[in-house]
C-alpha cells in the first residue's frame, strides 16, 4: 500500500493563493517542457492537490506510463503501473471544461471520487469525458509539446500493450515538476 502522503500535502497547500497568484505547473520532461496553467476557478481541490503534490516533489522522476495515440497520455503513478497514488483520494470537481487537446485532467476509477495524483493530458478532442472527469488545467503554450510523446517509438516501451487498448503504450518519460506562482493574477483575473 502507498504512503499517504496527505499530511505533507495539506502543510504545501497552505502557501497557495488562488485570490491573488495564477499557477501553472511545469514538467520538464525526456521529451521537453509542459506548461500547464491551473483552472483554480473550475477545480480548486484538483489545482491544490497537483500543485501540492508537486511541491513536496512527489513528480519527480515519475514517467507518463500510459500514452494512447490519439486520445491522451496518462502519469502520475508512483509505481509506473497507472496502480499507484498518494495514499489518499480527493472528491470529484467536474465542470463544463471541455476535454480538448491540452487539456488536463485527473484519472480516476470508476468511483467519481477516487483520484489521488494520476492526471492525463488530452491530445484530441475527447468529449465523452466531458463532465465525467475532473478538467482542471490546459496546456499553458498554443503548441502541442506531448505529440512527440505520443508518437515515440516501440523501442522506448516499457511492456506491452495494457489490456486497456491497443495502441496503449508504456513509456520511459521521467518528469519533474516545478510550481510557478504569478502574483497580482488571480484565477478571477
Given at each position: 500500500m502507498a504512503k499517504n502522503r496527505k499530511a505533507e500535502v495539506d502543510a504545501a497547500a497552505k502557501e497557495l493563493d488562488f485570490a491573488k497568484n495564477k499557477y501553472?505547473?511545469?514538467l520538464d520532461t525526456s521529451m521537453g517542457k509542459i506548461t500547464l496553467d491551473m483552472l483554480s476557478?473550475?477545480?480548486p481541490g484538483?489545482?491544490?492537490n497537483l500543485l501540492s503534490l508537486a511541491k513536496?516533489?512527489?513528480y519527480d522522476g515519475l514517467i507518463f506510463h500510459r500514452i494512447i495515440k490519439g486520445f491522451m497520455i496518462q502519469g502520475g503513478c508512483p509505481e509506473g503501473s497507472g496502480s499507484g497514488g498518494p495514499g489518499y483520494t480527493i472528491k470529484a470537481e467536474f465542470n463544463d471544461t471541455k476535454h480538448e487537446p491540452g487539456v488536463v485532467s485527473m484519472a480516476r476509477t470508476s468511483d467519481p471520487n477516487s483520484a489521488g495524483s494520476q492526471f492525463f493530458i488530452c491530445l484530441e478532442k475527447v468529449t465523452h469525458l466531458d463532465r465525467q472527469y475532473s478538467a482542471?488545467?490546459?496546456n499553458g503554450r498554443r503548441r502541442q509539446p506531448r505529440r512527440r510523446q505520443?508518437?515515440?517509438?516501440?523501442a522506448d516501451r516499457r511492456a506491452g500493450p495494457s489490456e486497456n487498448s491497443s495502441?496503449?503504450?508504456?513509456s520511459h518519460s521521467p518528469c519533474q515538476g516545478e510550481?510557478?506562482?504569478?502574483p497580482g493574477r488571480g484565477a478571477r483575473d
Open positions: 501553472q505547473l511545469e476557478d473550475v477545480a484538483h489545482c491544490t513536496i516533489g512527489y482542471f488545467g490546459k505520443e508518437n515515440r517509438r516501440s495502441d496503449d503504450q508504456q510550481v510557478m506562482q504569478h
